[in-house]
T-cell receptor, first 111, second 111 residues
Framework: DVKVTQSSRYLVKRTGEKVFLECVQDMDHENMFWYRQDPGLGLRLIYFSYDVKMKEKGDIPEGYSVSREKKERFSLILESASTNQTSMYLC??????????FGEGSRLTVL | RKEVEQDPGPFNVPEGATVAFNCTYSNSASQSFFWYRQDCRKEPKLLMSVYSSGNEDGRFTAQLNRASQYISLLIRDSKLSDSATYLCVVNSMDSNYQLIWGAGTKLIIKP
């Protein structure tokens, strides 16, 4: 079974703090994604990566950066967290068939 | 107009009933369509891909109507365990990597 693991299920941070969200997949997928999910909105793509050290902006990249130093690991970074970044963050990796496999999500609260 | 729209529900349905809901999409050139299921406080998981000819998997039937630009999901003989949010997903024409997500339809099956 494909496994996508996100490092933290729940985080509480203060405004201005730097936040790292880690994601690891064990299926050698080339494509990895970071989404955020908010009530009443669909999943919105923040960044994605189609190869090591490659990254592309999604629909809402402002306030975020990413790192893909190894194929299995894709990290999301909030350089200076703000209250409007309170959300559920979902990491996913993708098979060639198109199916996305998600991690369990990281629920971030910024105070 | 949102690119992918779903009725948010909730749909309250008695156990054993048949329920159907639609998802409309705005880009007539879209080629790939999916239904994902998301349980409360869990990650989305692929339920079905939607093919031009329609497809069926047990009690679930998915259909595509290109002329009217919508996809549908039909659930027969509904079970309590079908209670979830159903997310409609359409590929983005801007990028092969991106998917456009509906906000989801919440289904509650009552005993």
């Amino acid at each position: 079974d494909v496994k996508v693991t996100q490092s933290s299920r729940y985080l509480v941070k203060r405004t201005g703090e730097k936040v790292f969200l880690e994601c690891v997949q064990d299926m050698d997928h080339e494509n990895m994604f970071w989404y955020r999910q908010d009530p009443g909105l669909g999943l919105r793509l923040i960044y994605f990566s189609y190869d090591v050290k490659m990254k592309e902006k999604g629909d809402i990249p402002e306030g975020y950066s990413v790192s893909r130093e190894k194929k299995e690991r894709f990290s999301l970074i909030l350089e200076s967290a703000s209250t409007n970044q309170t959300s559920m963050y979902l990491c996913a990796s993708k098979e060639n068939t198109g199916e996305l496999f998600f991690g369990e999500g990281s629920r971030l609260t910024v105070l | 107009r949102k690119e992918v729209e779903q009725d948010p529900g909730p749909f309250n349905v008695p156990e054993g009933a048949t329920v159907a809901f639609n998802c409309t999409y705005s880009n007539s050139a879209s080629q790939s369509f999916f239904w994902y299921r998301q349980d409360c406080r869990k990650e989305p998981k692929l339920l079905m891909s939607v093919y031009s000819s329609g497809n069926e998997d047990g009690r679930f039937t998915a259909q595509l109507n290109r002329a009217s630009q919508y996809i549908s999901l039909l659930i027969r003989d509904s079970k309590l365990s079908d209670s979830a949010t159903y997310l409609c997903v359409v590929n983005s024409m801007d990028s092969n990597y991106q998917l456009i997500w509906g906000a989801g339809t919440k289904l509650i099956i009552k005993p």
